[in-house]
Nanobody
């Protein structure tokens, strides 16, 4: 499985960005997908996840609830992360990840990351 993340950039606090992650997996709809981030000097952190098979189950780390929304478009084999009301502490490299089943969140496949920088 190959994952290609894009959409990062520089934005002012309070602004928005939408990250995209395109997958090569033929059975994309059967895979749970997730977003993680690594801030400078910190360990990688879970951000959001979404189940496969159009189940609609999503989950978020507390710090982004109400601001970030994960979604997927199976026909395009793409998962999105809409990020609103961005804060400087959201600055990080964001990675998308895929599991190998629809409701298993043991992510095994990773994209290359896209940089998000939020200025104050």
């Amino acid at each position: 499985v190959q994952l290609q993340a894009s959409g990062g950039g520089l934005v002012q606090a309070g602004g928005s960005l939408r990250l995209s992650c395109a997958a090569s997996e033929r059975t994309f709809s059967n895979h749970a997908m997730g977003w993680f981030r690594r801030a400078p000097g910190k360990e990688r952190e879970f951000v959001a996840r979404i189940a496969g098979r159009r189940a609609g189950y999503t989950g978020y780390v507390d710090s982004v609830k109400g601001r970030f929304t994960i979604s997927r478009e199976d026909a395009k084999k793409t998962v999105y992360l809409q990020m609103n009301s961005l804060k400087p502490e959201d600055t990080a490299v964001y990675y998308c990840a895929s599991s190998d089943s629809p409701f298993n969140y043991d992510f095994k496949y990773w994209g290359q990351g896209t940089q998000v920088t939020v200025s104050s």
